[in-house]
């Protein structure tokens, strides 16, 4: 089992900052990605970044090159560094860790943070 607790979200003006943490604590070693998802009211849930533990990166299109993902092994945590916000950026984030294995992907989700972006 896996537990995630998410953290930094909040209401910002556009063209501000964010970061957003996510620890991870429980069974979490061996190959795995963590990323950020977003769900904005009315829409599905999208990628915002990932990164896996061997430090692949993938970004949304939306936010390549204002976002920037990361993360601390030995504190067994993701960043998301997320600069020139747009209030189309509006949206709950939740954390996601997912386990690799040889008989499939296994899938855990924060309990999501908001993030508020005014014009």
């Known amino acids: 089992q896996v537990q995630l607790v998410e953290s930094g979200g909040g209401l910002v003006q556009a063209g501000g900052s964010l970061r957003l943490s996510c620890a991870a604590s429980?069974?979490?070693?061996?190959?795995?990605?963590m990323g950020w998802y977003r769900q904005a009211p009315g829409k599905q849930r999208e990628l915002v970044a990932a990164i896996t533990s061997g430090g692949s990166t993938n970004y949304a299109d939306s936010v390549k090159g204002r976002s920037t993902i990361s993360r601390d092994n030995a504190k067994n945590t993701v960043y998301l560094q997320m600069n020139s916000l747009k209030p189309e950026d509006t949206a709950v984030y939740y954390c996601?860790?997912?386990?690799?294995?040889?008989?499939?992907?296994?899938?855990?989700w924060g309990q999501g943070t908001q993030v508020t972006v005014s014009s």
């Open positions: 429980g069974s979490i070693s061996g190959l795995n990605e």
């Open positions: 996601r860790f997912s386990r690799l294995t040889i008989a499939g992907r296994y899938d855990y």
